[in-house]
């Protein structure tokens, strides 16, 4: 693992309005820049590497975290405002689209934290919460206030863990993050599973594994859910990783269809969402 530095410095808002994939949602909020996930190979599909946010001095995503100091002070400026103009009430976050607001800094920083705080004294229509880290668990305390303004969303790409190992190192383990979605749930928090991007899996054993932690999944792929109807995706090379891993019949338009079946016949139609119209359905 390379040295990971962190660093303080102040934004200018914290509410971004949104477009393309989170057309759904009004903004989109980064408590954070860059990514501690996407260390040491972490998350090799993860398309945020390739955006002009990404570039810090030619250092590799992954290897620098930039807290947004103000943000606490900020948002509570913009939820204010909204607020006044009588748009609060129907406004939709989603937190967050280029970072993980649960990543290890999280522990001292408490940016994400804070953040909760102000949706308590502000509320708004809905709040989804995208993680998938452990670390959420912390703030339950928090997520039971907000009830159903929140919806926690915990990406679960398989149920394999082997795969979990090859393809996204330095995440928790399938073990690890059932057990928080458990937690929210039996918190009476909303929660579903982000499987995002979808990786190799066996189908029957994941629906049956989802089943009883969320209250409903969203399954997104490689060429769907890039932005980019895959380019991106084959841009960072997935194809050749898949390959190289064994993995190559599991790289291509449509391989999901066998995890959809499975998970709408184990949960129910209602229960199985699809890509930018399942998160978008807040
Ligand atoms: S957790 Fe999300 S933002 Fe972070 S590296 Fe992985 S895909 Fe990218």
Redesign the pocket.
């Known amino acids: 693992m390379s040295a990971r530095t962190y660093s303080f410095e102040k934004a200018t808002r914290a509410l971004n309005p949104t477009g393309g994939f989170l057309a759904g949602f009004s903004y989109s909020l980064n408590p954070y820049v860059g990514?501690a996930?996407?260390d040491s190979g972490?998350?090799p599909f993860?398309y945020?590497r390739t955006l002009a946010i990404a570039r810090r001095g030619g250092r590799p995503w992954?290897s620098w975290v930039v807290a947004k100091a103000n943000l606490a002070e900020l948002l509570e400026r913009e939820l204010r405002a909204l607020e006044r103009s009588g748009r609060l009430g129907g406004t939709t976050v989603f937190m967050s689209s280029?970072?993980?607001p649960y990543q290890g800094l999280e522990r001292t920083a408490g940016l994400t934290r804070s953040a909760l705080e102000a949706f308590i004294r502000h509320p708004i229509r809905r709040l989804l919460l995208q993680t998938?880290s452990p670390l959420v668990e912390r703030d339950l305390d928090l997520l039971r206030w907000l009830g159903p303004r929140v919806l926690v969303s915990i990406t679960l790409e398989t149920d394999d863990d082997a795969v979990r190992r090859a393809l996204t190192p330095t995440s928790p383990s399938v073990e690890r993050r059932l057990r928080t979605a458990l937690a929210m749930k039996r918190a009476g928090v909303p929660v579903q599973f982000a499987i995002a991007p979808m990786m190799p899996n066996h189908p029957e054993r994941f629906a049956a594994l989802v089943d009883h932690a969320v209250d409903r999944v969203i399954v997104d792929t490689y060429f769907d859910g890039d932005g980019a109807g895959g380019r991106r995706s084959r841009a960072l090379g997935m194809g050749e990783i898949h390959a190289r891993l064994g993995y190559e019949g599991w790289f291509r338009p449509g391989a999901e269809a066998e995890l959809m079946r499975a998970l709408r016949a184990r949960l129910g139609e209602e229960r199985v969402l699809f890509s930018c119209e399942g998160f978008g359905a807040v």
Request: glycine share 24%; charged share 15%; proline share 0%.
């Open positions: 990514c996930f996407g972490g998350c993860c945020v992954g280029a970072t993980d998938r």
